[in-house]
């Protein structure tokens, strides 16, 4: 069964840092772009950074640009995201999902979602 | 940054069609896909490339995209489809959601 499952969410003060994982099973991670996605409470979805299949290109979206970063062991079949200098606006549930492609731009979709794994961001 | 426009509410009584509408600049231009999801569940992809069905998908969803809105239409609407909707399109390396239409079947 094709399967994806977050862990690492929690409360983290203002400023601080998480590293969230997703451990995929099911598929041969290293062949397809994978991606996070955010929801805040009562809120809608809000795509965060993907890793492209194979040669593992990493892009971002302008709201975490160069406080999260994106990578993967594909030894252990798993998607990190490491977070820091986190702030309230921060605060959702982060999902892992998995591309129907190989390539990010390739507008197929995600097809397989986690899910999701809480972050609260607060004192 | 790149805007996707959704209502924020559709209502369809059960049996009829619902459409949902997601408008952005020359949005035609770019392939759009759609979400489904339910209230504490993960989103569901029920449209990719504009009219893909996922396998698994019913035939009674499907999608179009021209000029500058795609629409999502799900024909024969059951209760069972009541949820929230987003669209998805991808613009200079990243991807966009529009900001969700939730439908009501009553």
């Known amino acids: 069964e094709v399967q994806l499952l977050e862990s690492g969410g929690g409360l983290v003060q203002p400023g601080g840092s998480l590293r969230l994982s997703c451990a995929a099973s099911g598929f041969t991670f290293s062949n397809y772009a994978m991606s996070w996605v955010r929801q805040a409470p009562g809120k809608g979805l809000e795509w965060v950074s993907a890793?492209?299949?194979?040669?593992?290109?990493?892009y971002y979206a302008d709201s975490v640009k160069g406080r999260f970063t994106i990578s993967r062991d594909i030894s252990k079949d798993t998607l990190y995201l490491q977070m820091k200098s986190l702030g309230a606006e921060d605060t959702a549930v982060y999902y892992c999902?998995?591309?129907?492609?190989?390539?990010?731009?390739?507008?197929?979709?995600?097809?397989?979602w986690g899910q999701g794994t809480m972050v609260t961001v607060s004192s | 940054s790149y805007d996707l426009t959704q209502p924020p509410s559709v209502s369809v009584s059960p049996g009829q069609r619902a459409t949902i509408s997601c408008s952005g600049d020359k949005l035609g231009d770019k392939d759009v896909c759609w979400y489904q999801q339910k209230p504490g569940q993960s989103p569901i992809l029920v449209i990719y490339q504009d009219m893909k069905r996922p396998s698994g998908i019913t035939e009674r969803f499907s999608g179009s995209n021209s000029g500058n809105t795609a629409t999502l239409t799900i024909s024969g609407t059951q209760v069972v489809d009541e949820a929230d909707y987003y669209c998805?399109?991808?613009?200079?390396?990243?991807?966009?959601f529009g900001g969700g239409t939730r439908l009501t079947v009553l």
């Open positions: 999902a998995k591309d129907q492609d190989m390539f990010f731009g390739s507008s197929s979709g995600e097809d397989i």
């Open positions: 998805q399109a991808w613009d200079s390396s990243t991807k966009v």
């Open positions: 890793l492209s299949g194979r040669g593992g290109s990493t």
